[in-house]
């Protein structure tokens, strides 16, 4: 079951279906109707960098441990922000050294980035 499915069938009114949709597409979510009519949610992700075809990517409202995104080719991985320390996944070593020296450059802007795209509670 998708969001839109769950609160369609969880709102209680038609002003509570417009609430929560509304919620959704301003708290980084996108809602697309297919060609089939089906709809589907998709979180909005921010493209942080582009360093030779290796991009760097944040999510918005990410789960906690402060981290990034990488993707090259067929290759994905995740690192810690604090001091680039490999997460999950897999990247050539090559890729590795040159996301540890841009890491190495880019954290104030990395931590920046984290901390402002936290709900605010």
């Known amino acids: 079951m998708n969001y839109v499915d769950f609160i369609a069938d969880n709102a209680r009114s038609l002003d509570e279906l ?13 809602i697309i109707e297919s060609p089939k009519g089906v709809y589907h949610v998709y979180e909005k992700r921010a493209v942080f960098a582009r360093i030779n075809g290796i991009k760097i990517v944040l999510y918005p409202r990410d789960h906690s441990l402060p981290h990034f ?6 290759f994905n991985a995740t690192f810690s922000i604090e ?6 996944g897999k990247l050539k070593n090559s890729d590795f050294i040159k996301v540890k020296y841009w890491h190495s450059r880019s954290k104030d802007k990395l931590i920046e980035f984290w901390k402002n795209s936290r709900p605010t509670t």
């Open 83 to 88: 001091d680039c320390s490999y997460l999950a």
């Open 18 to 30: 417009e609430k929560s949709l509304l919620w959704l597409m301003s708290n980084n979510c996108e």
């Open 69 to 74: 995104h990488v993707s090259v080719a067929e």
